[in-house]
């Protein structure tokens, strides 16, 4: 199996790449292409990052080439990770309409040339921010059901942590999804929540306890303040001890937001959701997991048959995603994402992401 990462020589790409090698995704007869852009940084440092890989895995690589034009592309799974990112460092909002606005062409650029270009099989992993225009972008070109935004895993993998460090146990022993859309307008699943070992009636007396009486109407408004408090507390390693105050659906948000404040970033975390991803759809057989997915009528929000992108649980295999696995969320989640799915249509439609 053949992978391509597009924006291969960023702190994210790099990060897959090495994860990708170092975890033995790849075997020796597999093919990673690391794609960079002609004219730009990246197509000389592509090369340069080929040799690299080489000197570090050389016992253990795939074989390494080098793509520098959207046309060249061709692999199983395509990563695309190129585009503006999110700035780091104190005092900087995610400007989702910025990225939007920069990336928009970048996304379309590569979603034409592999529709053009392409095997016509290949399953595209969004990492590019924001992530569920890329998702739109090329589903409309490529299919829907071969296009995947990690972001929705990787707030789930967040979420797993973040109750299983409060349980004090690791994180393969729970289960459970984040939907929505990436970030502050995360959707946490808790009915879905599920922890190994305990019987159904000690899963609901701990989800209880660790959640209280809170719903998600309230939510975005714990968010918002938590970060306000967390943003003027003036010693960085005090502001994330204080995160383990608050609940772990709240810790999932402002965690990765004090990351990104204290100049830090999130390369090695969205690194390993995209490989779990990439890994999903070479294992061969559908696994369940959460990603931004473009909808048409597979559930039904506010009552009515939804269309548009959405974070949701989703069956994936080798050729994508296959079915929504949402099994009865609980009214308040399902008023929360009905209210999400609204905003990011709205958004989707600004950013000039709708259909052709």
């Known amino acids: 199996m053949d992978v391509a990462i597009v924006g291969a020589t960023g702190d994210v790409g790099r990060a897959i790449c090495g994860s990708l090698i170092e975890r033995g995704e790849l075997g020796a007869s597999s093919r990673l292409q690391l794609v960079g852009r002609t004219g730009g940084s990246s197509g000389a440092a592509v090369h340069g990052l080929r040799v690299d890989l080489i ?44 990225l939007a606005a920069d990336n928009r062409k970048v996304f379309e650029e590569y979603a034409d040339a592999l529709a053009a270009h392409g095997s016509g099989h290949e399953v595209v992993i969004v990492v590019s921010n924001p992530v569920e225009l890329a998702v739109e972008v090329f589903a409309r070109r490529l299919g829907r059901h071969r296009v995947i935004g990690m972001g929705a895993w990787l707030d789930t993998l967040r979420f797993r942590r973040e109750i299983a460090a409060t349980l004090g146990i690791r994180r393969h022993r729970v289960s459970g999804f984040v939907a929505g859309q990436h970030g502050d307008m995360m959707v946490p699943l808790w009915s879905s929540v599920r922890l190994r070992g305990l019987d159904p009636d000690e899963r609901a007396e701990i989800v209880d306890r660790l959640r209280g009486d809170r719903t998600l109407a309230s939510f975005r408004s714990e968010v918002a303040t938590a970060k306000q408090r967390i943003a003027s507390t003036p010693d960085v390693a005090s502001a994330f001890a204080a995160i383990d105050a608050y609940p772990p659906d709240v810790q999932a948000v402002i965690r990765p937001y004090l990351t990104h404040q204290s100049g830090a970033k999130t390369a090695n975390g969205t690194a390993n959701a995209t490989v779990d991803l990439v890994r999903t759809v070479l294992d061969g057989r559908d696994i369940v997991v959460a990603g931004q997915v473009l909808l048409d009528g597979e559930i039904e929000l506010g009552g009515t048959p939804w269309t548009g ?48």
């Open 55 to 98: 000197d570090a895995f050389d016992e253990r690589a795939p074989h390494i080439d080098v793509a520098t034009s959207p046309e060249d592309v061709v692999a199983d799974v395509v990563v695309m990770t190129a585009g503006r990112t999110v700035p780091t460092g104190t005092g900087h909002v995610i400007d989702r309409d910025r």
């Open 309 to 356: 992108v959405l974070g949701v649980p989703v069956a994936v295999g080798p050729d994508g995603w296959t079915r929504v696995m949402l099994d009865d969320p609980a009214p308040d989640e399902s008023r929360a994402l009905w209210e999400v799915a609204q905003t990011i249509n709205e958004s989707v439609v600004a950013w000039g992401g709708g259909a052709r």
